[in-house]
Nanobody, 124 residues
Framework: QVQLVESGGGLVQPGGSLRLSCAAS????????IGWFRQAPGKEREGVSC????????YYADSVKGRFTISRDNAENTVYLQMNSLKAEDTAVYYC?????????????????WGQGTQVTVSS
């Protein structure tokens, strides 16, 4: 059974940075497409970034382009989301998800395994 555990969330001031981790167990991450999603209070879950397994291609939501970077460390079997220049509107619970696919997508329905989420709060 695929298991994902997110960590790295917390409280940060606007303009600050955080790095989220998505650690995988019981499967090898580099064969899976990985997505990061977020859900703010009262809003629907939305795609933030994803990483394809086939060629390492990455995609970002327009709202985070130039500020967030997704990456993978195969030795650690972990995917990271580096978040810089954080804004109040980035406040949400962040989830990572995995799909046994070559190409990733920023669609919730494309993923069948999810982590429990980690809270990110951007506030002064």
């Amino acid at each position: 059974q695929v298991q994902l555990v997110e960590s790295g969330g917390g409280l940060v001031q606007p303009g600050g940075s955080l790095r989220l981790s998505c650690a995988a167990s019981k499967f090898t991450l580099d064969y899976y497409a990985i997505g990061w999603f977020r859900q703010a209070p009262g809003k629907e879950r939305e795609g933030v970034s994803c990483l394809s397994s086939s060629d390492g291609s990455t995609y970002y939501a327009d709202s985070v382009k130039g500020r967030f970077t997704i990456s993978r460390d195969n030795a650690e079997n972990t995917v990271y989301l580096q978040m810089n220049s954080l804004k109040a509107e980035d406040t949400a619970v962040y989830y990572c998800a995995a799909a046994r696919e070559r190409l990733c997508a920023l669609r919730i329905g494309a993923y069948d395994s999810w982590g429990q989420g980690t809270q990110v709060t951007v506030s002064s």
